[in-house]
């Protein structure tokens, strides 16, 4: 917009989360996370350089956070004017960003499978 100052999701985004890798991670006798901070990103088709600057960027704090590694992106929606958005992510782009995690040593790692992309998953909107 003119005028407006130009918005940078990422550095927002990173600074928040870097703020809350201060809550140490904590869990309880039941295996589940009672404290700390879990990072969601979701893999785009076309965009496997992104995630991996994404998980460049958190590597130096993977003892202190998890990383959610999502592959569930599905094509929804009036998205004609975005044709790299048009399609599911491939097997190999999730397994090329999964392999970088993987090399940058992240280990508090979740994953997902490929079949988790499906208009199923998505909830209706309409209230």
Known sequence: MKGQKSFCYFAYASAAAEFMF???LAFGE???MRSGTVVRHLVLP???EDSARVLDWFAPFK???YFSLMAQYTPFGEISAFPELQRKITRRE???VLSHALSLGIENLFVQDTRAAG???IPSWDF
Request: proline share 6%; aromatic share 12%; no cysteine.
């Open 94 to 96: 999730y397994e090329k």
């Open 30 to 32: 039941d295996g589940l």
């Open 22 to 24: 201060a809550k140490p």
């Open 119 to 121: 208009e199923e998953y």
């Open 46 to 48: 076309q965009n496997t």
């Open 63 to 65: 003892d202190r956070a």
